[in-house]
């Protein structure tokens, strides 16, 4: 669990509380946390998270995710999908330039309904 500092808060704490304890997930380093360490991170909220109390009752909080780092393999996963979707970007305005190049070139001759597509192989 984690204390959230109104002052600190981006966010805020609903209800006009000063502060409120929150449940932290995927905290790199959250073994090393002790009682009363600041904290400073971006999560996200992503629902309630229920635990039990040292007298035994039940106590709701809201839950964040602190995120992971991505695997090797996702992260160049993720490079080539922005390789790939550049390449298909800049020929997608290559493409749209060229069409309108060629709707300029061919309206003195009434053929501006001109279309240049690709060819498939």
Not at 72 to 86: G, L, W
Request: glycine share 8%; with cysteine; hydrophobic share 35%.
């Amino acid at each position: 669990m984690i204390h959230v500092d109104k002052g600190n808060s981006t966010l805020g704490v609903a209800g006009g509380e000063e502060a409120k304890i929150v449940h932290l997930m995927n905290y790199p380093g959250a073994y090393q946390v002790v009682d009363g360490r600041h904290i400073i991170c971006m999560a996200k909220c992503i629902g309630r998270y229920q635990y039990t109390t040292v007298q035994g009752a039940t106590a709701t909080v809201l839950s964040y995710d602190h995120g992971a780092l991505p695997t090797p393999e996702q992260f160049a996963s993720f490079e080539n999908m922005k390789r790939t979707n550049y390449v298909a970007a800049a020929q997608t305005a290559w493409l749209a330039r060229s069409n309108r190049l060629a709707r300029q070139k061919m309206s003195s001759q009434n053929l501006s309904n001109l279309t240049i597509t690709p060819r498939r192989p």
